[in-house]
């Protein structure tokens, strides 16, 4: 089955302390998307890429990290600079071009204490 | 720059009634709209969408919504509710220019009564 995976579901770390996020698909999609959801918000765009070796700050990139070193692989870090990172974190991906949707993870839940 | 605006973070709906849930939409170029449902704590599956052509577009689980032009509008509708229609949906576009970025409106949570 192609799809998207994101790992773990929910993730628990300490204030201070960095923590990845993992996203990989076999769709065989050129861009993927990291997005922040708060309860009662819509989504919010973090980063982007739509090519490997490339990606892009989205809206409130502020205090996170990615890279992209494989078409399958976009992880996202959560670094100690971001003020709030409690929040759902969900992936996507998509062809690159106009009027293609974009195809979602299922989430991870990360709780900062 | 595009923009969503879904009216109504909540709706609530008796099962078997109409479902409405509003978009409308800003772009200064011709928009490709989207429809997108998320159930509690998954990501977000595709409902339907509009690219060209006919203006009304059905996607699954019995939802239709209609694209109008003149009134910058794409709402969701589904004839009768059911109790597993209650989610979030969200409202989206994007334009040709920028490529498959996505911009959603807040979402509107849809309860179903029995």
């Known amino acids: 089955d192609g799809g998207i995976t994101q790992s773990p579901k929910y993730l628990f770390r300490k204030e201070g302390q960095n923590v990845t996020l993992s996203c990989e698909q076999n769709l065989n999609h050129d861009a993927m998307y990291w997005y922040r959801q708060d309860p009662g918000q819509g989504l919010r765009l973090i980063y982007y890429s739509q090519i490997v070796n490339d990606f892009q700050k989205g809206d409130i990139a502020e205090g996170y990290s990615v890279s992209r070193e494989k078409k399958e692989s976009f992880p996202l870090t959560v670094t100690s600079a971001q003020k709030n990172p409690t929040a759902f974190y969900l992936c996507a991906s998509s062809i690159v071009a106009g009027g293609k949707e974009q195809y979602f993870g299922p989430g991870t839940r990360l709780t900062v204490t | 720059a595009q923009s969503v605006t879904q009216l109504g973070s909540h709706v609530s709906v008796s099962e078997g009634a109409l479902v409405l849930l509003r978009c409308n939409y800003s772009s200064s170029v011709p928009p490709y709209l989207f429809w997108y449902v998320q159930y509690p704590n998954q990501g977000l599956q595709l409902l339907l969408k509009y690219t060209t052509g006919a203006t009304l577009v059905k996607g699954i689980n019995g939802f239709e919504a209609e694209f109008k032009k003149s009134e910058t509008s794409f709402h969701l509708t589904k004839p009768s509710a059911h109790m597993s229609d209650a989610a979030e949906y969200f409202c989206?576009?994007?334009?040709?220019?920028?490529?498959?970025?996505?911009?959603f409106g807040g979402g509107t949570r849809l309860m179903v009564k029995p």
């Open positions: 989206a576009v994007s334009v040709m220019d920028a490529g498959n970025m996505l911009t």
